[in-house]
């Protein structure tokens, strides 16, 4: 190898496959494609606090695919050594909300449609999707349900207080029921008809309850 054919290597080549106008302007606008679905992510977490490190690694994520699509669409070895690459790749951390692969699923199409230089589709399809999550995941059922936890004695306190509850409440499912030496304790399902819980305070005061607790049940429903 002579000293000149340093200078003709394909690596020398390669840096001006990718123009420095279409990297700016790629990851201008996956930056800002990045904040959008951070901004929808923020309005549409339905726990206590939202995780600003989630947030952060949606925006990361928009704009490092975009770059490694850049690189690939650019040279189709590397893209067979960058499908190699990210095979050793194991991700462990578990993810608590189905929701959450969503947002991670469209940061990373996001980029993909980027580097692919369809900006029309990227923009649309990105302004689309997160109304779509706005209306739907935002949009709060009029009948939320509650778990009563209810301790009674017998059989006849159990009667009295189911029948209490339905005539108080729109729907009243038991869900489980265990009893022991006379005691029994009941999980009941129910829907409010409105959002007044003084129920509780008079079911609680009946002969034979010796507690009740009212509970937002916040998983799965099938109803």
Request: net charge negative; aromatic share 10%.
């Amino acid at each position: 190898m002579t000293f000149d054919d340093i200078f003709k290597s394909s690596f020398l080549e390669n840096v001006t496959s990718v123009s420095i106008l279409d990297m700016v302007l790629a990851l201008v606008l996956a930056f800002g494609l990045g904040l959008f679905i951070f901004f929808v992510y923020k309005k549409t977490y339905q726990g206590v606090m939202y995780s600003s490190s989630f947030g952060v690694t949606l925006i990361a994520l928009t704009m490092i695919t975009t770059v490694v699509i850049l690189a690939v669409t650019s040279n189709v070895v590397l893209s067979l050594g960058m499908v190699g690459a990210l095979s050793i790749v194991r991700f462990r951390t578990a993810i608590k909300e189905p929701l959450d692969i969503a947002f991670l699923f469209w940061a990373i199409a996001e980029g993909i449609v980027l580097a692919a230089g369809m900006i029309p589709l990227a923009i649309i399809g990105g302004v689309v999707i997160g109304l779509i999550l706005l209306v739907f995941v935002n949009k709060k059922s009029n009948y939320n349900p509650y778990i009563v936890v209810l301790q009674c004695d017998g059989h006849e306190a159990e009667q009295r207080t189911r029948q209490y509850l339905t005539e108080q409440t729109q729907r009243c499912v038991v869900k489980s029921k265990s009893a022991q030496h006379g005691a029994v304790e009941l999980n009941l399902e129910i829907r409010l008809k409105n959002d007044n819980t003084d129920f509780i305070n008079m079911l609680s005061e009946m002969e034979g309850v010796h507690s009740a607790v009212l509970v937002s049940y916040n998983g799965d429903y099938m109803g």
